[in-house]
Antibody, heavy 120, light 110 residues
Framework: EVQLLESGGGLVQPGGSLRLSCSAS????????MNWVRQAPGKGLEWVSV????????HYADSVKGRFTISRDNSKNTLFLQMNSLRAEDTAVYYC?????????????WGQGTLVTVSS | QSVLTQPPSVSAAPGQKVTISCSGS????????VSWYQQLPGTAPKLLIY???KRPSGIPDRFSGSKSGTAATLGITGLQTGDEADYYC???????????FGGGTKLTVL
């Protein structure tokens, strides 16, 4: 059974940094691209970033480009999202998602999400 | 303002059929696969349809997907009260090199 478990969320001040992790199990992690998707309170889904299976290619939403960095450690079956220069509008539940085989976008399996709150 | 356009809400009676539309452009829905997600209150999204019309294992055939040009449609037959949820379409945008979602459609089963 595929399991994705996010961690690292919390309260952070504007301008601060946070690093999210997504621990994966139940599938061959290194065979799949991985995505981050977020959802602000009461709002819809917003795609954030994707990384290919090898980690060689990444893409970002314009809203986070230059501030967020996606990475992965295939030896530890873990996906990361480094978030810098955080803004109030980054407040959201952040989900990691595993796409179907040979796909880049977005998720046939999702984690439970981790809440990031950016506030002073 | 979402890149993909969905109606904010739809409603139908139990047992009836409903369709949810998703409109995009030549760089996203017109060029790439469309997927559909169901999100029940307080839970993570769940994949219903991928590659325009494929159902993951465990998704009942009451759920169907189709695409024509830049427009995609999710169909749900035999509506149940448990189908009340938010539904999102998504696709890859080749011009943006980014994933895009619709704004979501709230389904009410009257």
């Amino acid at each position: 059974e595929v399991q994705l478990l996010e961690s690292g969320g919390g309260l952070v001040q504007p301008g601060g940094s946070l690093r999210l992790s997504c621990s994966a199990s139940g599938f061959i992690f290194s065979d799949y691209a991985m995505n981050w998707v977020r959802q602000a309170p009461g709002k819809g889904l917003e795609w954030v970033s994707v990384i290919t299976d090898s980690g060689g290619t990444t893409h970002y939403a314009d809203s986070v480009k230059g501030r967020f960095t996606i990475s992965r450690d295939n030896s530890k079956n873990t996906l990361f999202l480094q978030m810098n220069s955080l803004r109030a509008e980054d407040t959201a539940v952040y989900y990691c998602a595993k796409p179907p085989a040979d796909r880049l976008f977005v998720g046939d399996s999702w984690g439970q999400g981790t809440l990031v709150t950016v506030s002073s | 303002q979402s890149v993909l356009t969905q109606p904010p809400s739809v409603s139908a009676a139990p047992g009836q059929k409903v369709t949810i539309s998703c409109s995009g452009s030549s760089s996203n829905t017109g060029a790439n696969y469309v997927s559909w997600y169901q999100q029940l209150p307080g839970t993570a999204p769940k994949l219903l349809i991928y590659d325009n019309n494929k159902r993951p294992s465990g998704i009942p055939d009451r759920f169907s997907g189709s695409k024509s040009g830049t427009a995609a449609t999710l169909g749900i037959t035999g509506l149940q009260t448990g189908d009340e949820a938010d539904y999102y379409c998504g696709s890859w945008d080749s011009s943006l090199s980014a994933g895009v979602f619709g704004g979501g459609t709230k389904l009410t089963v009257l």
